[in-house]
């Protein structure tokens, strides 16, 4: 087996399994990852056009994961409401029932967090971190991590390290 296809298939395991568990802690909630990820995403960056929640998601690529928030507006915990500068846009943002779901998100991902920094403790993370940095800033949803953590450039819109 190669490096990058050794690579490929170790994040590809580490990912299924750590999703597994996310969606384990998530089904009392009747959240799937995506959904809990676009609230959590809302819970820190609202209010949000229906392209600016599109570009922070991971879960999904493009600018317009409208499938994703009509379910979450279908059952009350994101709002859908016309921007008021241009009628032709819409601005997002939670219910008081998706602020307290974001409240149980957060929790359900600080016990998986937890469960990483167990697994990792002791170990030099930083060089695994840079090197996973430049290879998913390489694709949309790693560059859509690097906005949400404010690693975008400025100017030329490359995601800075």
Same mark, same amino acid.
């Given at each position: 087996m190669t490096p990058a296809e050794e690579l490929r298939?170790?994040?590809?395991?580490?990912q299924r399994e750590g999703n597994r568990l996310y969606a384990a802690?998530?089904?009392?909630?009747?959240? %799937?990852?995506?959904?809990?990820? /676009?609230i959590r995403v809302l819970a820190d960056h609202q209010p949000l056009s229906m392209s600016g929640l599109g570009e922070l998601l991971v879960c999904e690529t493009g600018d317009n994961p409208s499938r994703l928030v009509d379910r979450l507006v279908r059952v009350g915990l994101i709002n859908r409401d016309p921007d008021? #500068?241009? @009628?032709?846009?819409?601005?997002? %943002? $939670? *219910?008081?029932?998706g602020v307290r779901l974001a409240r149980e998100v957060a929790t359900v991902e600080a016990r998986l967090h937890q469960t990483i920094e167990n697994l990792i403790a002791g170990?030099?993370?930083?060089? %695994? $971190? /840079? $090197? $996973? @940095? *430049? &290879?998913?800033? #390489? &694709?949309?949803?790693g560059q859509a991590l690097a906005r949400r953590q404010g690693r975008q450039g400025a100017d030329d819109g490359t995601v800075q390290q």
């Open positions: 298939y170790l994040i590809l395991a580490i802690d998530l089904r009392p909630l009747e959240l %799937t990852p995506s959904q809990a990820e /676009a008021p #500068a241009d @009628r032709r846009h819409v601005t997002l %943002t $939670l *219910t008081p029932a170990q030099p993370v930083e060089p %695994t $971190l /840079a $090197l $996973l @940095r *430049t &290879f998913a800033n #390489a &694709f949309p949803a």
